[in-house]
């Protein structure tokens, strides 16, 4: 059997979520997104922890991914133990109990056209 | 001889086929793309599997691609086993033979101006 | 305890802050970005040397991260010891003396329409 | 003294120029970059070859960088051997005698309004 793809820790030093919006919600709506893939075959407890430039850390957000499938986890839907606020700069750290990986997107309508980013997030050595 | 550059398991945890798209067919039909660069001096034999949030993987999807050459492979041209689904988040596990290099590239043109994504892949250790 | 996240040494091999900005200030003047990430337990003390196409280098520019915080680094912000001219070719290499995790974003805004590029930098070895 | 920083090989899987722009010239004409980063102390020798779907590579196409300097090379400038052909895919392969860090931009401004992409290139081992 071969190993499965990914690693446990993740991070991404890029977070905004815009403070509003432009066009049909909700595919239009600004959003901030950690896509994560379980291509394992054992379920990913997965822990975000989100970083400010001003204030400790907040966290740590729980969610699963089970085995075989993406999640792709808008930033602008945390809302336990607090939610993400809106047009302040964060960064996030994932963890995860398996190996995923882990990419980071950003959609911004705030103009009439949207934009777009998205890079792979930074892997972490184990 | 130099060691073939690239590896041969590869994983985009982003993917999403837009549902519909403005401008000019087919430069502007929104599409997703899996860019494949096979360096080397054998053809590579290449297979897809993608995963969902809601159900089991698809695939495996199988392409070819020749020894110095480039595949830029429209997950919206995959059809068999079974089309990608529109308008759905997905994630894919790219998988070779001989080493290769993907990289991932989004056109969205749902809006009036196209928007542009694009990050190379993750690369597993083999 | 586990490893801090991160890199040392890092490297942005593109950069560009446009002449002109359209929209908003300050969230759509145009910017080129450092996302730093210090997720680690002690203060980041980081060092950004600059590149040109046509000069010597400029810097070292000195920027603190405070242990578990984020700092988004505008290039256009840099004016010790020299601003970054604008509308010219640079790059960048970053330089902590703890693990930090860096990513390059952009926001050009000399059109109608903003546009967004995003990546992980180049992480040295150590 | 240190390590230098990057690696001798990379690769860009993606690659395509636009046939046609929109806006004022030079700088809002449609092109794709490899940005090059040169943080060391000797000149680097550098060679790209661009690969394509249907056809052999073209190159070897030979640029230097100084030491202490970035290129920001736009593929639509290269014409020795050949120019790169306009609207068709293709990659590239560079390498160089010494460490650089690479990394891939393209401005497209074939509509109204431009949009971006950026990522950092695939590093080889050596």
Redesign the interface.
């Known amino acids: 059997m071969r ?1 499965p ?2 690693r446990r ?1 993740w ?6 979520i815009p403070a509003w919006s432009h ?1 049909p919600e909700p ?2 709506t600004s959003h901030e ?1 950690a ?3 379980n ?1 394992g075959e054992r379920e990913a407890n997965v822990e975000l ?1 989100i ?4 204030r ?2 907040a966290g740590p957000y729980r969610v699963r991914v089970p085995a ?5 986890l808008r930033f602008n839907d945390l809302s336990d133990p607090e939610p993400i606020p809106r047009g302040r ?3 996030s ?1 994932i963890e995860s109990d398996v190996p995923i ?6 959609l ?1 309508s ?17």
Do not use: K, M, W
Not at 68 to 72: A, F, G, N, V
């Open positions: 190993e793809l990914g820790r991070a991404i030093a890029e977070g905004y066009g595919d239009f997104t896509c994560i893939l291509a922890t970083f400010f430039s001003d400790e850390p075989r499938r993406t999640l792709h700069d964060f960064a750290v990986v882990v990419q980071h997107t950003r911004d705030r103009q009439a056209e949207n934009a777009l980013l998205s890079t792979i997030a930074f892997a972490g050595a184990e």
